[in-house]
């Protein structure tokens, strides 16, 4: 038994595949992580998070000055890196 219709093609959008991405990631990522996700440069994404003017939005964890991890918030990493792109960082 053969079927003559086509099968649908769906197709998604890039605001679709951002929010299926961001359900899906984890609220927040370590630096380098982030960096990957992000696509950029571990460097510049720690130039984000260290960025007194505009920092990426990230928490500290962990007990000591000298341990404490910053992770990054998923869901700002594209935000934050449009504004960049476009030279609207406060």
Do not use: C
């Not at 370590?30 to 571990?42: W, Y």
């Amino acid at each position: 038994m053969e079927s003559t219709a086509e099968s649908p093609i769906h197709i998604i959008t890039a605001d679709a595949l951002t929010a299926l991405f961001e359900e899906a990631a984890p609220y927040y990522a370590p630096i380098k992580e982030a960096a990957r996700i992000g696509g950029v440069s571990e460097a510049m994404m720690r130039a984000a998070v260290n960025n007194r003017i505009d920092p990426i939005p990230h928490i500290e964890v962990g007990e000591s000055r000298r341990r404490k991890k910053k992770l990054v918030r998923v869901a700002s990493i594209r935000p934050w890196l449009d504004r960049q792109a476009l030279g609207t960082i406060r």
